[in-house]
């Protein structure tokens, strides 16, 4: 007897370890094919010998695509089950980067680079349903620290790897994830539940219209933001069909039957507050990915590696701070971690905002390593007490909510935040034109309103309830199910 119960303990725990191997890999090729052309866009004109304007679609088109899929892949995993979705979506990112290795002009690789944007919009969401509906709960708080320390490496290590890549040999780029896609779908096959409860929802077409268009219009809006100016006739238009076709879509959803995306979620007290934090610290994360590697190539004329190789060991220290957090949550809760995270997001924020043309390197690094730890320390822990406070039943809409809102929080930051950027480089440079010193001002105008918006998290975060998830918010899903 004991024996038998010695080997029900060891399949269990090797089939935690498949499920989780898959998603943590799973999660890794997705963020690093998101991440992976940053650096390497102005490469791409001389290879097709075209202009930035075309070859910025590589990105805008794939953050279009992941954008526009996030808030489905609760609906699709409820129609077509969970297991079936993740090896899909990894089978469709394989071979959607094999057809870019295979590019022969630059609109074939737009094309399949947007198809590609498709799967990694599903991948990231659908592997965060899998750690709560398939881990147990004492395994979840870890495997989400995992998660997100996988999500963290693709960011640190796509621009030195990429950038060398293009060097060398471009199609290698998409290539090289390939056998990583393989592993992930491979221990997804053997691991993943077949499961045949999932409800198959009616479809809302109505809906579907409605978040797709709705989503689309806004990323386009803060895509282009800072082209055509936040009081232009385009951004007014795009701003009021995005508002109206969002509006429309909650409108509906919460008053048919079956919706689309379970929208009632917003009646959890932590959910919301875990989201609204969520989507706080993913807008100071984006400020930072995208505005210091600009300060080092036009202040400091660094390339595109040398960027890469300065600030891979902050980007690690965030690997390593997630690991802590997830540890500790168990222990401590959401709050206290929160709250030491955001202090030193808030802390080295404000020193970007002191940064002049004569800030050294080693600096930088040394403040981007200190906004990564306080990133690490928050951002699980946050996500994590959201996620708990979820029913199992609702955790695909859930994931699919913090997945949608973190892809729209990130247009909208790096939009705005640019925006505002040129805005004040042209309050500063009257007189004197766009010199080195005028735009280092633009750049710390930019974290001062940063440091703002990071202190916006605090009171959220405080509010946050403690270790245990209150019952009466976790059987809140009972009474909200896909058939009302």
Same mark, same amino acid.
């Given at each position: 007897?004991?024996?038998?119960?010695?080997?029900?303990?060891?399949?269990?725990?090797?089939?935690?370890?498949?499920?989780?191997?898959?998603?943590?890999?799973?999660?890794?090729?997705?963020?690093?094919?998101?991440?992976?052309?940053?650096v390497s866009l102005p490469g791409f004109m001389d290879i097709f010998d075209t202009d930035l304007t075309t070859?910025?679609?590589?990105?805008?088109?794939?953050?279009?695509?992941?954008?526009?899929?996030?808030?489905?892949?609760?609906?699709?995993?409820?129609?077509?089950?969970?297991?079936?979705?993740?090896?899909?979506?990894?089978?469709?990112?394989?071979?959607?980067?094999?057809?870019?290795?295979?590019?022969?002009?630059?609109?074939?690789?737009?094309?399949?680079?947007?198809?590609?944007?498709?799967?990694?919009?599903?991948i990231q969401p659908v592997t965060l349903t899998i750690i709560y509906q398939m881990l147990p709960e004492y395994?979840?708080?870890?495997?989400?620290?995992?998660?997100?320390?996988?999500?963290?490496?693709?960011?640190?290590?796509?621009?030195?790897?990429?950038?060398?890549?293009?060097?060398?040999?471009?199609?290698?780029?998409?290539?090289?994830?390939?056998?990583?896609?393989?592993?992930?779908?491979?221990?997804?096959?053997?691991?993943?539940?077949?499961?045949?409860?999932?409800?198959?929802?009616?479809?809302?077409?109505?809906?579907?219209?409605?978040?797709?268009?709705?989503?689309?219009?806004?990323?386009?809006?803060?895509?282009?933001?800072?082209?055509?100016?936040? $009081? =232009?006739?385009?951004?007014? /238009?795009? !701003? &009021?069909?995005?508002? %109206?076709?969002?509006?429309? *879509? #909650?409108?509906?959803? @919460?008053?048919?039957?079956?919706?689309?995306?379970?929208?009632?979620?917003?009646?959890?007290?932590?959910?919301? $507050? =875990?989201?609204?934090?969520? /989507?706080? !610290? &993913?807008?100071?994360? %984006?400020?930072?990915?995208? *505005? #210091?590697?600009?300060? @080092?190539?036009?202040?400091?004329?660094?390339?595109?590696?040398?960027?890469?190789?300065?600030?891979?060991?902050?980007?690690?220290?965030?690997?390593?701070?997630?690991?802590?957090?997830?540890?500790?949550?168990?222990?401590?809760?959401?709050?206290?971690?929160?709250?030491?995270?955001?202090?030193?997001?808030?802390?080295?924020?404000?020193?970007?905002?002191?940064?002049?043309?004569?800030?050294?390197?080693?600096?930088?690094?040394?403040?981007?390593?200190?906004?990564?730890?306080?990133?690490?320390?928050?951002?699980?822990?946050?996500?994590?007490?959201?996620?708990?406070?979820?029913?199992?039943?609702?955790?695909?809409?859930?994931?699919?909510?913090?997945?949608?809102?973190?892809?729209?929080?990130?247009?909208?930051?790096?939009?705005?935040?640019?925006?505002?950027?040129?805005?004040?480089?042209?309050?500063?440079?009257?007189?004197?034109?766009?010199?080195?010193?005028?735009?280092?001002?633009?750049?710390?105008?930019?974290?001062?309103?940063?440091?703002?918006?990071?202190?916006?998290?605090?009171?959220?975060?405080?509010?946050?309830?403690?270790?245990?998830?209150?019952?009466?918010?976790?059987?809140?899903?009972?009474?909200?199910?896909?058939?009302?």
């Open positions: 007897m004991e024996m038998k119960i010695i080997k029900g303990l060891a399949q269990e725990s090797r089939k935690n370890s498949f499920i989780l191997t898959a998603v943590v890999i799973g999660s890794f090729i997705s963020i690093y094919q998101s991440v992976s052309l940053n070859v910025q679609w590589l990105m805008t088109g794939f953050t279009l695509a992941t954008g526009i899929i996030a808030p489905l892949c609760g609906y699709l995993g409820n129609c077509f089950g969970t297991r079936k979705l993740f090896l899909w979506s990894v089978a469709g990112l394989m071979i959607s980067s094999l057809l870019c290795a295979f590019a022969w002009d630059i609109g074939s690789l737009i094309a399949f680079r947007i198809i590609q944007g498709v799967f990694c919009g599903i395994k979840r708080s870890m495997a989400l620290g995992l998660w997100s320390a996988s999500s963290v490496l693709g960011p640190a290590l796509a621009p030195t790897i990429s950038g060398w890549l293009q060097s060398w040999n471009w199609p290698m780029i998409f290539l090289m994830m390939i056998p990583f896609g393989v592993v992930a779908w491979g221990f997804g096959w053997v691991s993943l539940e077949k499961r045949t409860e999932y409800q198959k929802s009616a479809f809302d077409g109505m809906g579907m219209i409605g978040i797709v268009f709705g989503s689309l219009t806004l990323l386009v809006l803060f895509s282009n933001l800072h082209q055509w100016g936040m $009081l =232009s006739g385009k951004s007014i /238009i795009c !701003l &009021i069909m995005g508002g %109206f076709l969002l509006s429309h *879509f #909650i409108w509906r959803e @919460l008053r048919i039957k079956e919706p689309l995306l379970e929208l009632r979620l917003f009646t959890n007290k932590t959910f919301v $507050l =875990s989201l609204a934090t969520s /989507i706080i !610290l &993913i807008s100071s994360l %984006f400020t930072g990915i995208y *505005f #210091i590697p600009l300060y @080092l190539i036009e202040i400091h004329q660094m390339t595109a590696t040398e960027v890469g190789l300065l600030l891979l060991p902050p980007a690690l220290s965030m690997t390593v701070a997630t690991v802590v957090s997830s540890k500790y949550y168990e222990r401590v809760g959401p709050r206290p971690l929160i709250l030491i995270g955001t202090s030193f997001l808030v802390f080295a924020t404000w020193e970007f905002s002191r940064l002049t043309v004569d800030s050294a390197p080693e600096l930088v690094m040394l403040w981007m390593t200190f906004r990564y730890i306080g990133l690490g320390l928050s951002m699980t822990p946050t996500i994590n007490a959201g996620m708990n406070a979820v029913p199992a039943n609702l955790s695909g809409d859930a994931s699919s909510l913090i997945n949608w809102s973190r892809q729209v929080a990130g247009a909208m930051s790096v939009g705005i935040f640019t925006s505002f950027f040129y805005t004040r480089m042209a309050f500063h440079g009257k007189g004197d034109g766009f010199s080195p010193d005028v735009y280092v001002k633009g750049l710390d105008d930019v974290f001062i309103l940063a440091t703002i918006l990071t202190c916006l998290s605090i009171p959220f975060s405080l509010l946050l309830n403690g270790k245990r998830v209150k019952q009466k918010e976790k059987r809140m899903g009972e009474g909200i199910s896909k058939g009302g």
